[in-house]
C-alpha cells in the first residue's frame, strides 16, 4: 500500500513539473509570471518628445525604465492582474528572470526606422527561449517580449509567450500591438503592457 502510495505521488510530481502543454495553459496547472523582456526593444522616435523624459539614454532604458516596468506588476498587482488574465486564484512571480536578461542587455534601442517597430517571429521567439535562464524556475511561464515601441503610432508590438520552463520551449506565442498612453513616459507605455495583459485568451489560445 505505502508503495503504490509512493509510486501516486511520484508520477503526479512528475506531471506537474514536465507536462507544461499548450492545453495546461486553461486549467489549474500553476503559472509563474516572469515579466517584461527588452533585449529585443527598438524604441521609433525620441523620448524627448514626453516633458518628463528629459534626455533617455540606452543606460537610462536598461537600468531605469525596464525594471521599473516590470516592478509595476508586482507594486500594483490589482491593477497589472496576472492571475485574472490567465484565470487563476494567484500566481507566482519571478521578474529576476527577464530582469537578469534585461540587465545583460547592450542594445541601441533608439531608433528613427519605422520598419523596426515589428521584426521578431514566432520563430525567434522559440530560439530565444531555447537559450533563457530560467533562474531554476519550472513549470509553466508567462512572459512578455517587448520588441517595438513607436511614438507616432502611439503603440507598442508585444509577444505575449507562455513556456515550458522545463523544456525551454514554447507553449504559445501571440503577437500584439497595444496602445500608449496616459500622463508620463512611464505610465504612456505600462498602458500597452497593460493592454496585452488584458487581452491573453487563455480558452482560444489552448486549443
Do not use: C
Not at 23 to 44: H, R, V, Y
Not at 68 to 91: C, P, S, T
Not at 108 to 131: E, H, P, W
Request: proline letters at 1%.
Amino acid at each position: 500500500m505505502k508503495k503504490l502510495l509512493f509510486l501516486a505521488v511520484a508520477a503526479l510530481l512528475a506531471y506537474n513539473t514536465y507536462a507544461q502543454t499548450k492545453a495546461d495553459i486553461q486549467g489549474n496547472m500553476p503559472i509563474t509570471w516572469l515579466g517584461l523582456d527588452f533585449t529585443q526593444l527598438k524604441f521609433i522616435g525620441s523620448a524627448n518628445q514626453f516633458k518628463d523624459a528629459g534626455q533617455i539614454t540606452d543606460r537610462d532604458m536598461r537600468n531605469k525604465y525596464f525594471p521599473g516596468w516590470n516592478e509595476l506588476f508586482i507594486k500594483e498587482q490589482k491593477k497589472y492582474n496576472v492571475a485574472d488574465a490567465v484565470g487563476r486564484d494567484n500566481v507566482t512571480y519571478a521578474t529576476n528572470v527577464t530582469d537578469n536578461a534585461n540587465d545583460k542587455s547592450t542594445g541601441t534601442y533608439f531608433t528613427d526606422n519605422a520598419g523596426d517597430f515589428q521584426r521578431l517571429t514566432a520563430d525567434k521567439i522559440s530560439s530565444m527561449v531555447s537559450k533563457y535562464d530560467f533562474k531554476g524556475n519550472k513549470g509553466l511561464g508567462l512572459m512578455f517580449f517587448v520588441e517595438g515601441m513607436s511614438k507616432d503610432k502611439a503603440e507598442a508590438s508585444i509577444w505575449v509567450t507562455f513556456v515550458n520552463m522545463d523544456k525551454k520551449t514554447v507553449l504559445v506565442t501571440n503577437q500584439m500591438n497595444e496602445g500608449a498612453g496616459g500622463f508620463g513616459f512611464n505610465h504612456y507605455w505600462a498602458k500597452s503592457f497593460l493592454g496585452a495583459l488584458q487581452d491573453i485568451d487563455v480558452k482560444k489560445w489552448s486549443k
